[in-house]
C-alpha cells in the first residue's frame, strides 16, 4: 500500500482549500451549504454533510436542510413539521399488564415496574433524569393520573375507572419526556 | 425474567418490583437499585405471586 503524503488538498478552481490535512490524522473540510453540502456523494452533490456555522452540523438531501445539531447539542429534523426544528425525546417508555401477573411487555429505559397495589405503580428508570422537571403521557383503558411522587428514578401513577375507583387495566402504558 | 423483588411498603401492605426483560440488568441490580434503601427485600419466583389481585391491597410481606 502506497502513501501520499500531503498537508492540504485544493482543486485546481477552488479559491481556497477543499481539506485541510493536519499531522493529528483529522481531515477539516470547507462548510459547505445545503445546496452544495462539502461532505456528499459522488452522483447526488446536493445530499450529504455541511457545517452551517460555528458548533453547528448540518444535513442536507435534495439541496434543502433536513435537520441539524445546533450549537447546544440539540437535534433538530423537519420529518413533516414544516421546517427544521428541536425534536424533545421520549426518554423513558413502557406498557405493561397489570392485572392477573404483572409483566412488562416491552420497554426503553425502564429497569422496572413496582406493583405497589390495585392500580398504583411506580415506573423505575434505567438511567435516571437530568432533573424532575419531565413531562409524561399516560394511558389505560380507564384513567392514568400522577400519584403525586416523582424524582430523577422513578414516577408513580394510579389508574382508575371512570367512577375513580382504583382498577387495574391489560394495558397501561406511560411515556417520559424531557 | 421469572422473577419478582418484594418488600414491605409504607402503606403496610407489599410492593412487587416487576422486571423489565430488555433492560439489561440483573435481578440483583434491579433490586439493589430500585428496593426503596434501608427497606428489606426478598427475590421470589413469578410462580410464588398470587394472579388473583380481588384482594391486592390486603397482601402481606411475610419474613
Known sequence: ?178 | MNSRIIYPNDEGGVSIIVPAPECGLTIEEIAAKDAPAGKPYKIVDVADIPTDRTFRNAWEYAE
Open chain 1, 1 to 178: 500500500m502506497s502513501t501520499v503524503a500531503v498537508t492540504n488538498l485544493k482543486h485546481e478552481s477552488a479559491t481556497g482549500n477543499n481539506i485541510i490535512l493536519d499531522s493529528s490524522g483529522n481531515a477539516a473540510f470547507a462548510d459547505g451549504s445545503a445546496s452544495t453540502p462539502s461532505i456528499t456523494n459522488d452522483g447526488d452533490l446536493n445530499t450529504g454533510i455541511f457545517f452551517p456555522g460555528a458548533d453547528r452540523i448540518g444535513f442536507a438531501e435534495g439541496g434543502a436542510q433536513c435537520g441539524e445539531f445546533d450549537a447546544s447539542g440539540n437535534f433538530q429534523f423537519n420529518s413533516g413539521y414544516g421546517s427544521v426544528a428541536t425534536a424533545y425525546g421520549c426518554r423513558a417508555w413502557v406498557n405493561f399488564n397489570g392485572t392477573g401477573v404483572v409483566a412488562i411487555r416491552a420497554s426503553g429505559n425502564v429497569s422496572s415496574i413496582t406493583d405497589n397495589g390495585t392500580g398504583d405503580y411506580t415506573v423505575n428508570f434505567t438511567t435516571a433524569m437530568p432533573d424532575a422537571n419531565y413531562s409524561s403521557a399516560g394511558q389505560s383503558q380507564g384513567i392514568v393520573l400522577f400519584q403525586g411522587t416523582s424524582s430523577t428514578t422513578a414516577y408513580r401513577v394510579n389508574t382508575y375507572t371512570f367512577a375513580g375507583t382504583l382498577t387495574d387495566y391489560g394495558t397501561v402504558n406511560i411515556a417520559i419526556f424531557r
